[in-house]
């Protein structure tokens, strides 16, 4: 026996039993997204090496151990998308889209990134993912956290909190990551190996570490809130403002830092009790010098990924149930007249109503099998087509899901009837 390919670890398949809920969380956010103005964009899933490098940062986790690349036939190096942002920036630019114009997009799709897997961390992953370009906030900060709130409200997922803080400008970073480099310095001997690492590279990941040995270190480590620059925080004051007036509560955690390097001033993190570990399900914020970075006319931007995976998970814990629709008909046959009417028959049908659900019974089977069948499929009434009622010119309807007599139609009539029948069976 040949040997069952498995899937690549970390990649997953959404089968039909499951794609109800993500059907179902789709749907809500793109309804949403379109409602407050985001107009989709697609970009490739394949973008340079370079670009993932000079706007994720070279000392982040994700380009130094995690992006998927490769040379392609050219020589060239190309990576799988770890996230969007950098290719939507990209996008804007190379298409020639600045020019002082603000847009407002969001795009959806996998994305890739070589993490250990864990239940909710994958390495093939799904991201919604919204931008904002040419608006220097802070109201469009608030308003991309109210449209987030909103979003967990439609979906009825209320184990959700939000933190938020101020990363200040570059400026005011680069001072502060001197202070926090003579800090850590000082207790070089107790950091640990990833510590160290950073320490030379990007010192404010140090922040974010997990390991429960280096929180005292951290605790009492400086404060990037206490080193911001006015403008900074008069723009984290003005936001806190309007979340209040918004009634969107908050937690200002001044240690969130976030993984990718291009973050300036805003960020903010809506986590959750309910899936462990991997508790981030939406996360993002300013990047105002990344388009100037990547050879754009220095335009700010704010922009969040909300986790597919981790959300359709917060659904299912919250009960949220989509059942697939079933057909509205289940076309039965008997006969080998019967069989070849049965496609003519569904095509006609298809034609008075496109949006009809229909289903033939394929590959024949008895009557009991075929009756089960439709039965399985949540069909709501059965056509019944026979070798000697078609000679007739009739064709049987037959209520599924409730005691009525089984009909018999004459041919010409059969539409009207199942119209009929379906308004009586509350479709
Ligand atoms: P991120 O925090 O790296 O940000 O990812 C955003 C969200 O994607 C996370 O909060 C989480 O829900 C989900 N996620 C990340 N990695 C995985 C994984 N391995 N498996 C499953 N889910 C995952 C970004 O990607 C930024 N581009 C967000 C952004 C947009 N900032 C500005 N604009």
Redesign the pocket.
């Known amino acids: 026996m040949p040997a069952i390919l498995q899937p690549v670890r970390g990649m997953n398949d959404v089968l039909p039993a499951d794609i109800g809920l993500w059907q179902h969380l789709e749907a809500t956010t793109r309804s949403l997204l379109e409602a407050y103005g985001y107009a989709e964009c697609r970009v490739p899933l394949v973008e340079r090496t370079e670009l993932f490098k000079r706007s994720i940062g070279e000392f982040t986790d994700?380009v130094e151990k995690e992006m998927y690349t490769f040379l392609d036939q050219g020589g060239d190096s190309l990576t799988l998308r770890?996230?969007?942002?950098?290719g939507i920036v990209r996008a804007v630019i190379s298409n020639g889209l600045l020019r002082g114009q603000k847009h407002k997009v969001w795009c959806m799709g996998p994305?890739f990134?070589h993490?250990r897997p864990q239940k909710?961390?994958?390495?093939q992953?799904h991201?919604f993912?919204?931008?904002a370009i040419g608006y220097a906030g802070p109201d469009v900060d608030a308003e991309l956290i109210a449209l987030t709130a909103r979003l967990w409200q439609r979906l009825g997922i209320g184990r959700v909190t939000l933190q938020i803080n101020s990363l200040g400008t570059p400026e005011a970073r680069s001072r502060f990551r001197g202070l926090l480099v003579s800090y850590f310095r000082a207790h070089e001997p107790r950091l640990d190996a990833d510590s160290r690492r950073r320490l030379g590279g990007n010192p404010l990941r140090i922040l974010d570490s997990k390991n429960p040995d280096m929180q005292p270190i951290i605790a009492d480590a400086p404060l990037l809130s206490d080193h911001l620059d006015t403008e900074s925080r008069a723009h984290f004051a003005a936001l806190c403002a309007h979340l209040d007036a918004m009634n969107i509560p908050y937690v200002i955690n001044p240690r969130l830092v976030?993984?990718?390097d291009?973050?300036s001033r805003t960020v903010f993190?809506?986590s959750t009790d309910a899936l462990g570990a991997?508790d981030?399900?939406?996360?993002?914020?300013r990047?105002d010098g990344l388009i100037a970075q990547l050879g754009g006319e220095p335009t700010p931007a704010?922009?969040?990924?909300?986790?597919?995976?981790?959300?359709v998970e917060l659904l299912r814990i919250a009960g949220v149930v989509s059942p697939r629709a079933g057909p509205h008909v289940y076309i039965v046959t008997q006969g080998e007249l019967a069989e070849r009417e049965a496609l003519a028959l569904a095509e006609r049908l298809r034609n008075a109503v496109p949006e009809r659900r229909i289903t033939v019974n394929l590959g024949g089977g008895n009557f009991k099998a075929q009756f089960r069948r439709a039965d399985q499929s949540g069909a709501r009434v059965a056509l019944i087509l026979g070798d000697d009622e078609l000679a007739r010119g009739f064709v049987a309807l037959k209520h599924l899901r409730n005691d009525a007599q089984q009909i018999e139609c004459p041919m010409p009539e059969i539409e009207a009837r199942l119209a009929a029948a379906l308004a009586a069976a509350g479709n």
């Open positions: 994700i770890p996230e969007a942002t950098a994305m990134r993490e909710g961390r994958y390495r992953f991201q993912d919204v931008e976030r993984g990718l291009y973050y993190e809506w991997q981030a399900v939406c996360s993002g914020g990047y704010i922009g969040f990924a909300m986790g597919i995976e981790r959300v």
